[in-house]
């Protein structure tokens, strides 16, 4: 278990919606990344926050944004949702101050947009 | 852009047998990781290399780094068919991870 949680295991939503996907890093951890992994693209990074304030963006669509909050959880929204969006997300924390700057994945949310 | 070149993408030894993965990357960076997921599932940390010359083992893996030749290896030393996955490399820059495309391992019997 890495200590980080991601809600919910599974999601299936149509074309057109819009979702919330959820992460809370493991304890202390200041950082969250998303990631977005798909057949075709691989494990592509979508944005990083880091206490509270953007840091990086990856390949993030318009349509998808993220924020995180005062206890650090973070949230991933992703709206209009297209076929294509169909993915495993996974969320991802790290300690920067001192570490190896490894990161620790969830579980991940498996969307699948119908 | 930083580009992160796995290969082979698809191995399929048997068992007993000794291989290497090659993880080739194009910028400067001395934070390479190694990670291994199973289908359906998370991605677990196998090995973090923090210097040129790194070389770390646990069990039947074996990860080193030349920085400066910008490639990491991961050594398999008598495959076993637990070590069926699929491994990643990911290479380090500035707070982010870019990751390689895979190297999807099956071991037979």
């Known amino acids: 278990d890495s200590g980080v949680t991601q809600t919910p295991k599974h999601l299936i939503t149509a074309t057109g919606q819009r979702v919330t996907l959820r992460c809370s890093p493991r304890?202390?951890?200041?950082?969250v990344y998303w990631y977005q992994q798909s057949l075709d693209q691989g494990l592509q990074f979508l944005i990083q926050?880091?206490?509270?304030?953007?840091?990086a963006k990856g390949n993030i669509l318009e349509r998808f944004s993220a924020q995180q909050f005062p206890d650090l959880h973070s949230e991933l929204n992703l709206s209009s949702l297209e076929l294509g969006d169909s993915a495993l997300y996974f969320c991802?924390?790290?300690?920067?101050?001192?570490?190896?700057?490894?990161?620790?994945f969830g579980s991940g949310t498996q969307l699948s947009v119908l | 852009e930083l580009k992160v070149e796995q290969n082979p993408l698809f191995l399929s030894m048997q068992e007993g047998k000794n291989y290497t993965i090659y993880c080739n990357y194009s910028?400067?960076?001395?934070?390479l990781y190694w990670y291994r997921q199973d289908p359906g599932k998370s991605l677990e940390s196998l090995f973090v290399l923090l210097s040129n010359g790194a070389v770390k083992q646990e069990g039947r893996l074996m990860a080193s780094l030349d920085t400066k030749a910008r490639l990491s290896t991961l050594h398999i030393t008598a495959a076993v068919h637990d070590l069926s996955a699929t491994y990643f490399c990911a290479v380090g820059v500035h707070t982010r991870l870019t990751f390689g495309e895979g190297t999807q391992l099956t071991v037979n019997p």
């Open positions: 926050y880091y206490n509270g304030e953007e840091r």
């Open positions: 910028t400067t960076s001395d934070r």
């Open positions: 304890s202390g951890d200041l950082s």
């Open positions: 991802a924390s790290s300690d920067e101050t001192g570490g190896t700057g490894k990161l620790f």
